[in-house]
């Protein structure tokens, strides 16, 4: 949790700081990809955390680093607004609401995929198991009617 918070703090530094070199945002945007997907990583490792059966809840360590990415999030949106052209920020909510949906539905069709590939590899076996049993049951039914 803290590696995703480091890596957003570095490329939002990054960001500022090209930023009040006069740099356009345009030359920033590996930057820019970095600081969200340190967000976004935190944010499913506090859900993941949440969701599970150990969780003893009032993480304040988890609080206060959703509240830092939240700070910096605020101040990228006005960086994007007053360096930006206009609709900058509206553009990227869009675009990052697609990518978001985009990148669940992928997760989904893997984890499907993942699923399909386990019935299957389980149905195999199952099947060979049986192909298995049925060749011990004709082989001893053959034994024991003298026909071996």
Known sequence: ML???AAANAAFG???QA???GRDLATVGSQIAKFVDGKEGLQRKVIKKKNSPFYAGGDFEEFMALE???EKEKELKQIMLYVGRP???NDW???QAEARKARQAAEEAARKRKQQILEITLLSIAGIIG???LALLLYFGMKRRGML
């Open 3 to 5: 590696a995703e918070l």
């Open 93 to 95: 909510q869009r675009f």
């Open 14 to 16: 990054v960001i500022r």
């Open 131 to 133: 192909v298995g049993i």
């Open 87 to 89: 609709g900058l920020w």
């Open 68 to 70: 830092a990415i939240q």
């Open 19 to 21: 930023v009040s070199h």
